[in-house]
């Protein structure tokens, strides 16, 4: 298992600033996701960031709004930029790595931060 | 395109009344499914699949490849259920398996 913490856990922001979101590992996994939760919503995949190189984005969401980071194994960042009312939500952070049952089998499995409870004013 | 359904935003059942949370997929392929659970002022935590065929605080889940649904049942809810369930779904997708995720249930169960 692997257990994620991530840092803010919540806040509140001005309109047209920007957060920056940590989120730490404690074993180095190869995959690393953002999620992002808005209330009364699915949890919707913001991108997959990759080690030692650009984070994969999915449709509906661009570098510029939300550059990521991922200098290491073990860490990764999101930023919301320029943020907007629409960007209030939570944002979890998620790592993919192995899970045994038994011995007998093992497969990936999705574990998830606490996640960032985010407010734009 | 890979999708997952989940019909119902809210359950709300008495204590000791069965329960079954409600999840369709669409995929086109084998994909292994998932529910999540989050209990309140808690994270989202993994809590069965269905390669493992597995009880977990007494939910079972049965995938159903005719129907392409992956229910979740517990005969007996607790008021300890009450929570949000997500049904997910994971399939091969260039080279990787990045989970689709339902809307979520939230399930309520009263003393």
């Known amino acids: 298992s692997a257990v994620i913490s991530q840092k803010p856990s919540r806040d509140i922001c001005q309109r047209g600033t920007s957060l920056t979101i940590q989120c730490q590992v404690d074993s180095q996994v190869t995959m690393m996701f953002w999620y992002r939760q808005q209330p009364g919503q699915s949890l919707t995949l913001i991108a997959t960031?990759?080690?030692?190189?650009?984070?994969?984005?999915e449709s509906g969401f661009v570098i510029d709004k939300f550059p990521i980071s991922r200098p290491n194994l073990t860490f990764s960042t999101l930023t919301v930029s320029n943020m907007s009312p629409e960007d209030s939500s939570i944002y979890l952070c998620?790592?993919?790595?192995?899970?045994?049952?038994?011995?007998?089998?093992?497969?990936?499995?999705?574990?998830f931060g606490p996640g960032t409870r985010l407010t734009v004013l | 395109a890979q999708r997952v359904t989940q019909p119902e935003k809210l359950l709300s059942v008495f204590k000791g009344a069965p329960v079954e949370l409600k999840c369709n997929y669409s995929y086109s392929g084998s994909p292994e499914l998932f529910w999540y659970v989050q209990y309140s002022r808690q994270r989202l935590q993994l809590l069965l699949r269905h390669i493992s065929r597995e009880s977990i605080k007494g939910f079972t889940a049965d995938l159903n490849k005719g129907e392409t649904s992956f229910h979740l049942k517990k005969p007996f809810a607790q008021e300890e259920d009450s929570a949000m369930y997500y049904c997910a779904l994971s399939g091969p997708s260039g080279g990787s398996y990045i989970p689709t995720f339902g809307r979520g249930t939230s399930l309520i169960v009263h003393p």
């Open positions: 960031a990759n080690q030692g190189s650009e984070a994969t984005y």
């Open positions: 998620s790592v993919e790595s192995l899970w045994t049952s038994g011995g007998s089998s093992s497969t990936d499995t999705q574990y």
